[in-house]
């Protein structure tokens, strides 16, 4: 019997359709926890998935109540990272403790922040997918899809169990699901691309495709870079400047199109995740006494437009 047999949707934006999206298309039990409007609009009319290799309307259930979490087995979480600390408080005497969480979650900190308030076994998912919303029900996907899960914690036999059950359920709905015995270095990898292309994406309304054009620009996300790699350094995780070149170079052939999450939210004149991105590398920078003055100019900028 499927290990994961109700599976919710914490988070209802573009990443967390898209993976709940293709588990509800493979006919698994999925619920968004969406705001209302999404919620009438996905129960009324299904989720409209544009995809790269599809075009189709996914039926699957919606909800803005969280108190349906009751009987959870599987919680995707995809809330921003700034809402993190707020709606793991909502859910904490709602929530089994047999649940299952996995963080599809931009940033290398909402894991710790979730594990101090519930005792349920959390994971954190690297996530590769350019996505995108339009309205309350169309999904706009750009490219890739696969995602990368692990335990930040001793591999205990459970938690192995939990990640392969998780791993299993994903490939069976062709998402390519990876167990990596390193989680925390390839988060750090995701979050180095994340630091090198959200920011300037968000502040010149650019894909990444576009960025990688403008000379400028490909000599400030080297130099971004090259902060990142001192301060996951401090951080014990070692990336090589090739890898991070190659990572960086990645991201711009494979998500063409894409025009990053901060971009999104400013666009829709909402906060962004750039504290937990690369405000989180300038923070470090002071913690351990490294100058990071080009995450410190594209973190400022954001911030600027933010209040703008």
């Given at each position: 019997m499927q290990k994961y047999q109700k599976i919710y949707v914490l988070g209802a934006g573009a990443v967390g359709c898209y993976f709940g999206g293709m588990l509800a298309r493979a006919h698994q039990d999925v619920t968004l926890i969406a705001r209302p409007a999404r919620a009438q609009a996905?129960?009324?009319?299904?989720?409209?998935?544009?995809?790269?290799?599809?075009?189709?309307?996914?039926?699957l259930k919606a909800s803005s109540d969280i108190s349906i979490l009751s009987d959870a087995d599987l919680v995707l979480l995809s809330v921003k990272s700034l809402d993190t600390e707020k709606m793991m408080q909502e859910i904490v005497p709602i929530l089994p403790n047999k649940t299952v969480i996995l963080s599809l979650q931009n940033g290398v900190t909402n894991v710790e922040i979730a594990s101090k308030i519930l005792t349920n076994p959390?994971?954190?998912?690297v996530v590769y997918v350019a996505s995108g919303m339009i309205g309350d029900r169309t999904l706009k996907h750009h490219?890739?899809?696969?995602?990368?899960?692990?335990?930040?914690?001793?591999?205990?036999?459970?938690?192995?169990?939990?990640?392969?059950?998780?791993?299993?359920?994903?490939?069976?709905?062709?998402?390519?699901?990876?167990?990596?015995?390193?989680?925390?270095?390839?988060?750090?990898?995701?979050?180095?691309?994340n630091c090198a292309f959200n920011a300037i994406s968000g502040i010149g309304q650019i894909p990444y495709g576009e960025m990688v054009k403008v000379p400028?620009?490909?000599?400030?996300?080297?130099?971004?870079?090259?902060?990142?790699?001192?301060?996951?350094?401090?951080?014990?995780?070692?990336?090589?400047y090739l890898e991070a070149k190659e990572a960086n170079a990645l991201i711009a052939s494979t998500m063409v199109t894409q025009v990053?999450?901060?971009?999104?939210?400013?666009?829709?004149?909402?906060?962004?995740?750039?504290?937990?991105?690369?405000?989180?590398?300038?923070?470090?920078?002071?913690?351990?006494?490294?100058?990071?003055?080009?995450?410190e100019s594209v973190y400022a900028l954001v911030r600027m437009l933010e209040r703008s």
């Open positions: 996905m129960n009324e009319l299904g989720l409209e998935m544009d995809c790269k290799s599809f075009q189709e309307v996914v039926k959390i994971y954190p998912a490219g890739r899809g696969e995602l990368y899960i692990g335990n930040l914690k001793e591999l205990l036999p459970q938690d192995a169990a939990n990640l392969k059950a998780i791993s299993q359920l994903f490939e069976s709905a062709t998402v390519p699901c990876t167990v990596t015995s390193d989680i925390k270095r390839d988060m750090w990898l995701k979050f180095l691309v400028e620009i490909v000599k400030l996300i080297d130099e971004i870079t090259k902060e990142f790699l001192t301060i996951a350094s401090y951080e014990g995780v070692n990336i090589s990053s999450s901060t971009a999104q939210d400013l666009a829709k004149m909402k906060s962004t995740e750039i504290d937990f991105l690369n405000g989180y590398i300038v923070e470090l920078g002071k913690h351990y006494g490294v100058p990071t003055p080009f995450n």
